[in-house]
């Protein structure tokens, strides 16, 4: 059984930093594309970034480029996600993701994680 546990998440002041971790366990990690969500209160879900099972391709939201870096350690079955200069607007719950095929950007999102708060005050 596939589980993603997402940590990290905070109250931060605007312009300040959080670093999410999302653990995976229940299969092997290193083959899958992971991904972050966040939904912000009132929206939809919506893309944050994504990194590939191998770690050497990323791709990112127009909202987060140049802010959010996405990274893994397949070592540990982690991903995570560095958001510095923070805004208001990132407020939401962030969620961790993870392809339903190997070795694959296509397809859906099959596993989801429970979701942590990240709120950035003004």
């Known amino acids: 059984q596939v589980q993603l546990v997402e940590s990290g998440g905070g109250l931060v002041q605007a312009g300040g930093s959080l670093r999410l971790s999302c653990a995976a366990s229940?299969?092997?990690?290193?083959?899958?594309?992971m991904g972050w969500f966040r939904r912000a209160p009132g929206k939809e879900r919506e893309f944050a970034a994504s990194?590939?099972?191998?770690?050497?391709?990323?791709y990112y939201a127009d909202s987060v480029k140049g802010r959010f870096t996405i990274s893994r350690d397949n070592a540990k079955n982690t991903v995570y996600l560095q958001m510095n200069s923070l805004k208001v607007e990132d407020t939401a719950v962030y969620y961790c993701?993870?392809?339903?095929?190997?070795?694959?950007?296509?397809?859906?999102?099959?596993?989801w994680g429970q979701g942590t708060q990240v709120t950035v005050s003004s």
């Open positions: 993701a993870q392809k339903g095929d190997p070795y694959s950007n296509g397809g859906t999102w099959k596993y």
């Open positions: 990194i590939k099972w191998s770690g050497d391709s990323t």
């Open positions: 229940g299969r092997t990690f290193s083959v899958y594309t």
